[in-house]
């Protein structure tokens, strides 16, 4: 969430930031807004004060044992316009509403773009496979091997679920162990956090109001979380750290849930878009200073997966109109299909700033600071699994329909070497 503060020192900066967010929110109308927020505040403190000098006097008349009559109807008086004034709307809510569903600042190394079409590519890593037959998308081997289920999956749940056997799940299980120890070695810390969360925690981590649609909540008002970013944001909530704690570094390997509303006609068939997955999520709590180096060191690591796993991908830098809502700075990881014959994304990682922050309360102390400051956030997969798993099927398939396990993995897969 901004501070109003910050939009109305910087309203020109603000307004330049939004039109090239695509939003269309101007900072004159917040700042109307809260003008009249203050004008009410200020009504309130007078009132206030008016009748805490009554109170003072008429207590001094009681002492004397003169008359307060007049006073005790003029005390009356304020209290009740007091009344009126506290039940009043004070543009509080209709401020903070706005501000709950306005997009974090774009950071200036960000370029500028309406979609996809504007991000830049920063670097490439590894070489697209030659085969020499035509090759398969990841569903069409999966079902010809007899373990990736999407026909029996959609009789259970519905479109855009599938169900692994065998070797396919023992992939999955492989690759999650396998993410979660190199985030280790990367000193983040393994958690197994909730996976049903209340509104707070996704007001918190930026999910709500904006992405009410886009999750699934129960009849009791829990949220099944969409990425265990959710849970993981909001371990810190409402703390405050010395700022020798930080940087706090957490990873989880969760089932996420997401309705995909805004998804009809994309990626029908397959592993890509899906209403249940699981992932390998890392996040970081650190300090203002130090954000942007530990933005560069998360993406390493899961640039480092990627490359242990010898899968061709690219880095790209996502513009302005198609980064996240909490993100002030995205790159994403896009891994080479050769069914497909393009990069798909599988991995974004974001700063956040002190965006969510601001939302869930966390703060931190420096040595010399004279008050609190909030930590910056920053959340990436490590891997999405299925994801990875498509990218293993389309990039290790062989003519005869078998799949090579990638080395790094044999020893994960008990020495499983191909999926035939």
């Known amino acids: 969430m901004l501070d ?30 809260d003008d009249k927020r203050r004008e009410h505040l200020t009504k309130i403190q007078e009132l206030q004060s008016k009748r805490n000098i009554l109170a003072t006097e008429i207590a001094k008349l009681k002492k004397s044992g003169e008359n307060s009559d007049i006073l005790m109807e003029q005390s009356k008086r304020i209290n009740s316009e007091l009344k009126d004034l506290e039940n009043s709307s004070n543009n509080d809510d209709e401020l903070y509403n706005i501000l709950a569903t306005i997009p974090n600042l774009p950071s200036l190394e960000v370029p500028i773009g309406s979609d996809e079409s504007g991000n830049q590519e920063i670097e490439k890593w590894g070489e697209i496979p030659n ?49 979660l120890d190199v985030a280790n070695e990367f000193n983040y810390t393994e958690v197994s956090p909730p996976n049903l969360v209340k509104d707070a925690a996704m007001f918190g981590s930026g999910q709500l109001p904006k992405f009410a649609a886009e999750a699934f909540k129960t009849e009791s008002g829990y949220w099944l979380i969409p990425t265990s970013e959710v849970s993981l944001v909001n371990l810190v909530a409402k703390k405050t750290f010395d700022e020798t704690e930080l940087p706090i570094r957490f990873t989880a390997y969760t089932p996420c849930f997401r309705s995909e509303a805004g998804a009809a006609g994309k990626d029908t068939r397959g592993m890509i878009r899906q209403h249940q997955f699981k992932k390998v999520e890392l996040v970081s709590i650190t300090s203002a200073e130090s954000s942007k180096v530990e933005h560069e060191r998360m993406t390493g690591v899961s640039c480092e997966i990627l490359k242990r796993l010898k899968l061709p991908y690219r880095k790209m830098l996502l513009c302005t109109g198609d980064m996240g809502f909490c993100s002030e700075k995205t790159y994403d990881l896009e891994v080479w299909l050769p069914g497909q014959n393009q990069y798909r994304e599988i991995s974004s990682c974001s700063n956040c700033g002190d965006f969510q922050a601001r939302r869930t309360g966390t703060k931190y102390k420096s040595k010399d600071a004279k008050k609190a400051n909030f930590v910056h956030t920053l959340n990436g997969s490590s891997l999405a699994v299925g994801r990875t798993i498509v990218a293993i099927l389309e990039n290790y398939q062989n003519e005869d329909g078998s799949v090579n396990i990638p080395e790094i993995l044999i020893s994960y897969m008990n020495g499983i070497k191909k999926i035939s």
């Open 4 to 33: 109003i503060k910050w939009i109305r020192e910087n309203s020109d900066s603000f307004d330049n930031a939004m039109k090239n967010r695509g939003n269309n929110i101007l900072a004159a109308e917040l700042i109307k807004i």
């Open 131 to 179: 085969f020499d037959f035509t090759p398969k998308q990841h569903f069409e081997i999966g079902e010809k091997l007899g373990l990736l289920d999407f026909e029996q999956s959609s009789l259970i749940s519905g479109s855009r679920f599938s169900t692994l056997y065998g070797n396919l799940s023992k992939l999955e299980r492989a690759l999650s162990n396998f993410m």
